[in-house]
């Protein structure tokens, strides 16, 4: 599934990841530059998920077959490959074009004899798997699913007995500026998420099917048959001065929240924006000393009954 991770809490682009919220199938997406926007943050995020994944390997210890559904360009996917050695891996996403890249990089990387693709709608395609899935690991792509509910329950389904379903959904808003910046009105973090919020409203009840669910994901796992086993929270904590890439990541990311949220923005924080996007400007993202990353990803880890 390919998604805008701008919608998820916490996140940027989002699977920001013309990723739009909500599912994208049209000829007007500019793949390559959404691509690039989905690898980078997923490779700025890629300590937390290392240590998501190792919590995990603790309960799953030689997964046979690991499916990350709704993978995108596959950053966590090959980090799957390679934190389970043993294991073949499928990267599950309705975008072809970001299954490529993903293909592409488990080729780098040297996982590609154990590394396959599915392209389709999720939960469904996900029939098409030969055999049950030890581990399934869906990261902020079951909020694009109308009925999470229902969706739980097929995820769950494809799991083999005692097989471990691991949800990476909510955590805390990630923050990459101090609420003072030296201009503009304090806080515009704040007020971008709180515009982030509305429209991730409005992306989850125009999904088809929509249900609204009480967010209790142990309570929703518990409902799905399975036994919830743990939740936990994983810190992103880059302090400043970043490196370059993350800096990079921060402007990618900025100007995406610019351009999804113009109209919902008064012109004084649009200004702010165009003053931290402009390279010239010594109080830009691109120059000033102070930006960082800090994050919360909080997963929810659930086991089918044997």
Do not use: N
Request: proline share 6%; charged share 25%; aromatic share 6%.
């Amino acid at each position: 599934m390919a998604h805008d991770h701008q919608a998820h809490h916490g996140h940027s682009t989002q699977h920001g990841h013309g990723h739009t919220h909500g599912h994208t199938h049209g000829g007007d997406v500019d793949w390559a530059a959404m691509a690039a926007l989905l690898e980078a943050e997923a490779e700025v995020c890629s300590p937390a998920y290392a240590r998501a994944l190792a919590w995990l390997g603790q309960e799953v210890t030689e997964p046979g077959l690991i499916v990350d559904a709704g993978s995108g360009p596959g950053v966590i996917a090959c980090l799957m490959a390679e934190t389970f050695p043993g294991a073949r891996v499928v990267a599950a996403d309705a975008a072809e074009p970001l299954l490529e890249r993903a293909r592409s990089r488990a080729a780098r990387q040297g996982v590609a004899d154990r590394f396959d693709t599915l392209v389709g709608e999720l939960p469904e395609s996900l029939a098409e798997l030969d055999y049950p899935v030890d581990m399934l690991w869906a990261s902020r792509s079951l909020h694009h699913l109308g009925d999470q509910r229902a969706a739980l329950a097929a995820f769950g389904a494809r799991l083999a007995p005692g097989g471990t379903l691991a949800i990476l959904e909510g955590g805390l808003h990630a923050r990459y500026l101090p609420r003072e910046i030296g201009f503009g009105r304090p806080g515009l973090q704040a007020r971008l998420d709180a515009a982030q919020e509305d429209r991730f409203a409005r992306m989850r009840a125009e999904l088809p099917g929509a249900v609204t669910e009480t967010e209790d994901w142990p309570a929703l796992l518990t409902a799905a048959g399975l036994k919830h086993t743990g939740t936990r929270s994983f810190l992103l904590d880059i302090p400043a001065p970043v490196p370059d890439r993350t800096r990079a990541f921060v402007a990618g990311w900025l100007t995406r929240t610019r351009d999804i949220h113009a109209d919902a923005l008064d012109a004084e924080d649009r200004a702010t924006l165009d003053r931290l996007l402009d390279p010239a400007d010594p109080g830009s993202v691109h120059r000033r000393p102070d930006v960082f990353v800090l994050a919360a990803h909080t997963v929810h880890r659930a086991v089918r009954p044997a």
